[in-house]
């Protein structure tokens, strides 16, 4: 899967949140980027 859209340390920043057992919401807001829907 390719995110254009993202950098690879945003992409790092995700994983390493998200394997922290935070909510996609709360590591949007921490990046200052908007959740998709």
């Not at 340390?9 to 908007?34: C, F, W």
């Amino acid at each position: 899967m390719t995110y254009k859209h993202l950098t690879i340390d945003e992409l790092t920043m995700i994983e390493s949140y998200y394997l922290q057992h935070n909510k996609p919401v709360e590591i949007a807001n921490r990046m200052g980027r908007a959740i998709q829907t």
